[in-house]
């Protein structure tokens, strides 16, 4: 990995030389587009709308427009702006991990202790984790000023920017404001439901389906061409149905939970006997490109 930034966490008086890397990275299948009538490549140019030449990356500044003057912002004006200068990320405050919202997470990086020692490091990763606490903190990187939580993941230090508060939509939904009665029997069936698909949270038992089948047709169509027929790689495929009105809940719950326990009741008689390992309904990615 390649760090993409170097700076200094700082929390009162302690200061933790650290470098950041990426945490995650993309292996979606890389498409562009074509022009659909002979295939030719369609690509985009920045053209100048006065003199109507295209204009290298490097020779583009930004500007703002008020609706009367046009300020126009250098990358020198940009790099001169004290926050784009610092190197440092301020803790500002330690709080209750389970009162960082999941829905305010976003990019994740590591941060690796980037000093002789890594005494400071380790000190403030303990911390972290003897008081079950996340620290939130504030740095400027790439032209923005980020919002983040600090966190223990293994024995490594995980920065996850955070969205701005006025950044999430606020969920009001007319259909939700009206009182619905559950009565405990539905209650009860939902919750063995729930029973019937309980496992640990295992991601790497999870693939990305789409793309998997992405990379087959495209091999597919690599071998084949154009008189491919997607029928012979994947069988015929119906659409399925969505949107559909439950009309018996409790019939819906009651057969769900019936299948479920059917279906591991059938997989738990073909593992080994000295394994008995707990088998769970088929996993399948939310993930699509």
């Known amino acids: 990995m390649r760090a993409i930034w170097k700076g200094a966490l700082t929390f009162g008086l302690v200061n933790v030389p650290v470098k950041v890397y990426s945490a995650t990275e993309d292996h979606d299948v890389s498409l562009h587009q074509v022009h659909n009538a002979d295939g030719g490549r369609i690509r985009y140019q920045r053209i100048c709308e006065i003199d ?11 500007a703002y427009d008020d609706g009367e003057k046009t300020v ?3 990358k020198e004006d940009l790099a001169s702006l004290p926050s784009e200068k610092s190197r440092e990320i301020d803790v500002v405050e330690f709080v209750p991990s389970e009162q960082v919202d999941l829905l305010l997470l976003d990019k994740a990086y590591y941060l690796e202790p980037d000093s002789a020692s890594p005494k400071a490091y380790v000190l403030l990763r303990k911390t972290l984790e003897q008081t079950d606490r996340t620290a939130i903190v504030q740095f400027s990187l790439r032209q923005k ?12 230090l995980v920065l996850q920017t955070l969205l701005w508060a006025d950044e999430v939509r606020e969920a009001a939904f007319p259909s939700l404001d009206e009182p619905v009665k559950i009565s405990a029997k539905e209650l009860e069936l939902s919750a063995s ?8 949270f295992e991601p790497e038992d999870f693939t990305d389906d789409y793309q998997a089948e992405l990379r087959t047709l495209i091999e597919a169509k690599l071998e084949k061409g154009d008189a491919l027929d ?8 119906e659409d399925e149905e969505s949107g559909g009105e439950v009309i018996d809940l409790m019939e819906a719950l009651r057969a769900s939970v019936e299948r479920t326990r059917a279906a591991r009741s ?24």
């Open 52 to 62: 109507g030449e295209v204009v290298p990356y490097q020779d583009i500044d930004k």
């Open 266 to 289: 059938g997989s738990s008689k073909d593992d080994a006997p000295e394994t008995k390992k707990k088998s769970s309904p088929k996993k399948k990615a939310s993930k699509a490109s």
């Open 230 to 237: 997607t029928s012979e790689t994947f069988g015929d495929q």
């Open 145 to 156: 000023t980020r919002l983040a939580a600090l966190r223990v993941r293994g024995d490594v």
């Open 193 to 200: 439901l729930v029973d019937s698909f309980a496992s640990d």
């Open 72 to 74: 126009v912002l250098t």
